[in-house]
């Protein structure tokens, strides 16, 4: 899962409406994950991860996230909040697509659609 993406999420903030690009950063190594993901508003940190695997399934990378706004460019709406992620990886179209919800006041779902750019 090492490796760049790129590509868009959509949130139940505007009732999934609005394409908003994103990109996002696995960094692997045996003992730790570190995800990190971008767009033009804020960027999210992951607190804790893990990946699932199952015998008979795609791999499945699950973790929670701290995301924190530009305060340039994001809506008055939004602030520092936390989440969780859960991204099934494809290893044959090298496709990282994902569900995502935010904790607490903010209370949105999401849908992320990404493909692999690179190996870090």
Not at 3 to 22: C, P, R, V, W
Not at 33 to 52: F, G, M, P, R, W
Request: net charge positive; with cysteine.
């Amino acid at each position: 899962m090492n490796g760049s993406y790129a590509g868009f999420l959509k949130s139940s903030y505007d009732e999934y409406k609005t394409k908003i690009n994103m990109t996002l950063s696995v960094k692997q190594s045996w003992t730790q994950i570190l995800i990190t993901q971008n767009t033009e508003t804020s960027k999210s940190c992951s607190i804790i991860a893990s990946i699932l695997i199952h015998k008979k399934c795609d791999p499945v990378l699950i973790y929670s996230y701290q995301n924190d706004p530009n305060i340039t460019s994001a809506t008055s709406t939004m602030h520092m909040h936390y989440g969780t992620c859960e991204h099934t990886f494809d290893k044959t179209k090298g496709t990282f697509n994902a569900s995502y919800y935010s904790g607490r006041d903010r209370k949105t779902t999401g849908e992320i659609f990404l493909d692999r750019k690179d190996f870090l």
